[in-house]
């Protein structure tokens, strides 16, 4: 099994909305973390690993924690996440917004960080507001850290000098390991249909917040594990909902970072609860972006404990009107409740990964696709549509097939569909997507 590097993590933290998230996006290369002046929109920690002068660590956007008591379960349980990953921090930048200058949380968190004993840097964020700057800046220095560095996360400003100060402190990572996956795999879904708990099951640690409340995550949180002896990156994303259920600007956001997430990934399971008996048009039309986009499907019908033998015929004979699709899927029947069956997702995960990049004969391809070309002939307009040669593009990211015919531009959905069926009869391609090159002779 290859190894990977374990990067000293790198910690913002601070309350709710004072620029943690933004701060996050200009050191992070890839992840994106929710932006929104709202309180408490970033709900779990992102992370992504930073490479800066020859240096690499692992910067972590953590949710805003106010460190009080809370009757709010999901406060308590990023609080919970926070504590934990602030003793694992090999350095603490504790953000505070000049523009409001010290407040009473800011005042807790100070004392528990002193407590808590890891490296911490005061990082005072939005000094391009000069008024704040020159009333509220001398303020900070009543916290009692040693060391304060001035930012605009928004500008850029003292960006470099933090950065430089990071690849100072941090020591060297401790073991080799691999960093980059195989391949990805995400998770989507309505809420609470047990995208979170399916996350935690399969990397086998409480990643992700687990709640009855919808919205619980509201943007992808991904993570590495292996599977076989394959390291992949497994992703749990922010539960849709129809467009009439959706607040603005907030979950028009986390709608964006799902479907981003889809895009980037190269396995889609599809998680619905099949205690609803039935398939929504919301999922209908996540399944369809994620075959439109490509992308290799696995249909999860969670909490299948929950079914009587009537619900499990009912639910049978709604699914049977989408059998047009759902006859190309693998479907697992599961319970994150009880675990049932949940090992068998990663051994159909890793058929989905093996149907993606399998190689086939050209000669067989030919014999099989002109074969029945000439049992069943294709007209467009009383002309026959001949196809002269099928051959597999051997470096596409999904099974790609360049077919060499008469008249390309009468190869629509429908012919192209009549190749497609021949092809998924005759070789396994459960759950793959399939890719047409159209030429002519």
Not at 130 to 138: D, I, L, P, V
Not at 261 to 286: F, P
Not at 360 to 377: A, G, M, Q, W
Request: aromatic share 8%.
């Amino acid at each position: 099994m290859k190894k990977i590097k374990k990067y000293p993590k790198v910690l913002l933290v601070g309350r709710t909305n004072v620029g943690k998230s933004t701060l996050f996006n200009r050191l992070a290369e890839k992840s994106e973390s929710i932006v929104l002046d709202a309180e408490g929109v970033t709900r779990d920690y992102i992370h992504e690993i930073v490479h800066w002068d020859n240096k690499t660590f692992d910067l972590i956007d953590t949710g805003g924690i106010a460190l009080q008591k809370t009757k709010d379960p999901i406060l308590g349980a990023i609080q919970e996440k926070v504590i934990k990953l602030l003793e694992k921090g090999s350095l603490i930048f504790f953000i505070c917004d000049v523009k409001t200058g010290v407040t009473q949380q800011d005042k807790r968190i100070a004392k528990f960080l002193h407590k808590n004993n890891r490296p911490t840097i005061l990082l005072v964020n939005k000094i391009d507001n000069k008024t704040a700057y020159e009333e509220n800046f001398n303020e900070f220095y009543s916290l009692g850290f040693k060391e304060i560095m001035e930012v605009s996360a928004v500008h850029g400003i003292g960006i470099s000098d933090m950065l430089n100060k990071i690849v100072e402190v941090i020591p060297e990572p401790t073991e080799e390991e691999e960093t980059k996956p195989k391949y990805k795999v995400a998770i989507i879904g309505k809420p609470n249909v047990g995208k979170s708990s399916l996350m935690n099951l399969l990397i086998s640690q409480e990643r992700s917040i687990i709640s009855d409340i919808a919205g619980t995550t509201r943007e992808s949180i991904s993570e590495l594990t292996y599977n076989s002896e394959n390291l992949i990156q497994i992703s749990d994303t922010a539960g849709v909902r129809r467009k009439s259920k959706v607040d603005e600007t907030l979950e028009s956001l986390m709608v964006k970072s799902t479907l981003s997430t889809i895009r980037t990934s190269d396995i889609v399971i599809l998680m619905v609860d099949a205690s609803a008996l039935k398939l929504s048009n919301q999922e209908l039309k996540l399944l369809s972006y994620a075959l439109e986009q490509k992308k290799s499907v696995l249909l999860l019908l969670n909490k299948i404990d929950l079914l009587t033998e009537d619900d499990k015929e009912i639910l049978k004979y709604n699914l049977s009107e989408y059998d047009f699709l759902l006859k190309k899927i693998p479907t697992i029947n599961t319970s994150c409740k009880s675990k049932k069956n949940i090992h068998k997702i990663y051994n159909e995960v890793e058929k989905s990964w093996i149907r993606r990049v399998q190689k086939f004969s050209d000669i067989e391809l030919n014999e099989l696709v002109k074969e029945e070309f000439v049992k069943k002939p294709l007209y467009h307009t009383k002309i026959q549509l001949k196809l002269f040669k099928i051959r597999q593009i051997k470096d596409a990211k999904v099974p790609t097939f360049q077919i060499f015919v008469n008249h390309p531009e009468w190869f629509g959905n429908t012919q192209l569909g009549f190749i497609e069926n021949i092809l998924r009869r005759n070789f396994d391609l459960k759950g793959c997507p399939i890719a047409f090159i159209k030429s002519k002779v």
